[in-house]
């Protein structure tokens, strides 16, 4: 899957940009429950809808931080490159199924 340079260059960025906002997601939550009472922590592992609260909460803490517009922007990229490593597997069968 990953025999080609294009393919290995795409996963290489790929987790740059994954562990990049992995990361800074979880210093985001710790930063968020340093300041939340023990009952009110704020969960490491969030459903889709708490994350306009952990925004809400982090921007309110920390209002001139870019931490969170970066986590969303390496989010952002990570869904650009996955759709640019599809096209690309796709391309790249439909080249080799016409030129053998």
């Given at each position: 899957?990953?025999?080609?340079?294009?393919?290995?260059f795409?996963?290489s960025?790929?987790?740059?940009?994954?562990?990049?906002?992995?990361?800074?997601?979880?210093?985001?939550?710790?930063?968020?429950?340093?300041?939340l009472?023990?009952?009110?922590?704020?969960?490491?592992?969030?459903?889709?809808?708490?994350?306009?609260?952990?925004?809400?909460l982090?921007?309110?803490?920390?209002?001139?931080?870019?931490?969170?517009?970066?986590?969303?922007?390496?989010?952002?990229?990570?869904?650009?490159?996955?759709?640019?490593?599809?096209?690309?597997?796709?391309?790249?069968s439909?080249?080799?199924?016409?030129h053998?």
């Amino acid at each position: 899957m990953f025999d080609s340079l294009p393919a290995r260059f795409i996963l290489s960025v790929f987790l740059t940009f994954f562990f990049a906002a992995f990361f800074l997601y979880h210093f985001m939550v710790f930063k968020v429950n340093q300041h939340l009472d023990p009952g009110e922590k704020f969960p490491h592992s969030m459903s889709f809808g708490q994350r306009e609260q952990l925004r809400d909460l982090y921007k309110s803490l920390y209002p001139r931080s870019p931490v969170y517009q970066f986590t969303m922007s390496c989010a952002i990229a990570l869904l650009l490159l996955a759709v640019a490593f599809a096209a690309y597997r796709f391309w790249d069968s439909v080249r080799t199924l016409t030129h053998p």
